[in-house]
């Protein structure tokens, strides 16, 4: 038999795992990818519910495929004069870049035709937004990641940029724009699948289909892994010393299963998001950015709207959006009943003071929700004047579920970032949360190896000084890491 095959009669596997990983998107690829590079013998299993992997938010349509990096994104600096937070971003997505290229050279990718070099601008209209674009510029133009960014309030040097946002707009409007020549555009559904591609050529079983339903931890320290096969409707089980939960929106239910004490308390808002996409290519060719702006007043971060050029399996399109959309579901493949099963006694006030901090959140929803066609496309003519309706339909994107954590201050608090979770014995880790993860999954997942995985730290650190020069192993604030039993990875 198969070291990897299961009891014919339990479903269960007889071989404990190294490291059981939930979730067929980039996250878990990432993390599979680094562990095949770093510990090739290590036994490894994929579980994905879904028939194929980055189906739900790392398909190249149910997200913007921006690489993040602090270049375009207003939101991640809201006070002009304050740039850490994006220089944060650039840091880590530069450290992305040079894991892709390292295993490029592996032979680990067989390419990098994910990546697309596209522009990354700001275009803002009104003395307000003007003031505050040319002021983050000033602050942002002194960091060395930022030195070759371009600022102009010359309409035709911005319409030299961006045709589209340009033609058809009063010429006494004040408008400026930063423009970062060199960004880029992800697919990264095609990275997860070579990440995947890797994993598996060094051994990892991938299963999909699998829908894990439970977690539990037995007095040995080793995980049990249970659910059901969705095609054979047979259930399952394998053990493993460590798990990854990276499955998205049901991550927390799943680290809830887990009963680790580390998620008490925590509490998820599904948001999902539509876009209006063109593939008409006599537009798509007249625009060659990702054009981001500043959010409406009384707007959430998560609704900075952006005109994107994607290049998706050899094809060209723009997507304008997000528009915000709302369901109980926690994956875009998920049932109506998932934010219910993430409910607890121990959440339920941290999510109700949430919201009640948030009311401008809901608002926005709401108006939102009750938007009609001609309205959203109205958003779309204030970035592109000139846009045909006959050009454009709605899309749906992926499900992302904000995260809301305990706050000592506030009771319950909305984070709009991510959050790396790991059990105090450090053999069971999730993510949950939302943007930029997918940008900065190289640094999550090496931080995610420094706090489960200290006692290979040193044996690691030159590979991973060579994936990735740019990351400081043990750099992180929580480097010192739990203390984990020597039997893991044996």
């Not at 680094?34 to 190249?60: C, F, H, K, N, Y």
């Not at 991640?76 to 530069?94: R, S």
């Not at 999730?430 to 730290?457: N, V, W, Y």
Request: with cysteine; proline share 6%; glycine share 10%.
């Amino acid at each position: 038999m198969d070291k990897h095959s299961a009891h014919p009669e339990s479903g269960t596997d007889t071989e404990v795992l190294d490291v059981a990983l939930i979730g067929g998107g980039i996250m878990s690829a990432t993390l599979g990818a680094m562990i095949a590079a770093l510990q090739p013998e290590w036994s490894m299993t994929l579980l994905e519910r879904l028939d194929r992997v980055a189906a739900e938010s790392s398909d190249p349509w149910n997200n913007a495929g921006t690489g993040h990096s602090g270049l375009c994104e207003l939101n991640y600096m809201p006070d002009p004069g304050d740039p850490d937070k994006a220089a944060e971003i650039a840091a880590m997505f530069a450290v992305s870049r040079q894991f892709w290229a390292g295993l490029a050279d592996r032979g680990d990718l067989t390419g990098t035709g994910f990546l697309t070099a596209t522009p990354h601008m700001d275009v803002v209209f009104g003395e307000r937004d003007v003031a505050y674009l040319r002021h983050r510029f000033e602050t942002l133009r002194a960091l060395p990641a930022f030195a070759a960014m371009e600022y102009s309030e010359d309409h035709a040097t911005i319409a030299s940029w961006a045709p589209l946002v340009m033609a058809g707009r009063a010429p006494d409007q004040p408008v400026a724009a930063t423009r970062y020549e060199a960004g880029t555009d992800v697919d990264f559904g095609a990275l997860t699948g070579q990440l995947v591609e890797a994993m598996t050529n060094a051994g990892t079983q991938l299963r999909l289909g699998h829908e894990v339903t439970g977690l539990r931890r037995a007095a040995d320290g080793i995980w049990t892994v249970t659910g059901r096969d969705r095609n054979t409707k047979r259930r399952f089980a394998i053990r493993a010393r460590f798990v990854f939960v990276g499955a998205g929106g049901h991550a927390l239910g799943l680290l809830q299963k887990s009963r680790i004490p580390e998620v008490r308390g925590y509490g998820v808002f599904p948001v999902g998001a539509q876009f209006l996409r063109t593939d008409n290519p006599e537009v798509v060719a007249r625009h060659e950015a990702k054009v981001y702006s500043q959010a409406a007043l009384g707007a959430p971060p998560m609704s900075v709207p952006h005109l994107d050029k994607r290049n998706v399996e050899g094809r060209s399109s723009l997507l304008f959006g997000p528009y915000a959309t709302f369901s109980t579901r926690l994956l875009k493949h998920g049932r109506l009943t998932d934010l219910f099963t993430t409910l607890r006694l121990t959440n339920i006030v941290v999510l109700v003071a949430a919201g009640l901090r948030n009311l401008p959140l809901v608002r926005y929803l709401i108006t939102e929700l009750l938007s009609t066609r001609r309205r959203k496309f109205a958003q779309l003519q204030r970035f592109y004047p000139e846009a045909d309706p006959a050009d454009w339909y709605l899309v749906q994107a992926g499900q992302r579920a904000q995260l809301v954590t305990p706050d000592l201050d506030r009771v319950g608090a909305l984070r709009m970032g991510i959050e790396l979770v790991t059990g105090a014995d450090g053999t069971i880790a999730g993510l949950l949360g939302a943007s930029p993860g997918a940008s900065t999954a190289p640094a999550i997942m090496a931080d995610l190896l420094d706090r489960c995985f200290p006692q290979h730290r040193s044996r690691w650190e030159p590979t991973l000084r060579q994936l990735m020069p740019g990351h400081a192993v043990g750099s992180n604030s929580h480097s010192t890491g739990p203390n984990v039993p020597a039997a893991i990875g044996k």
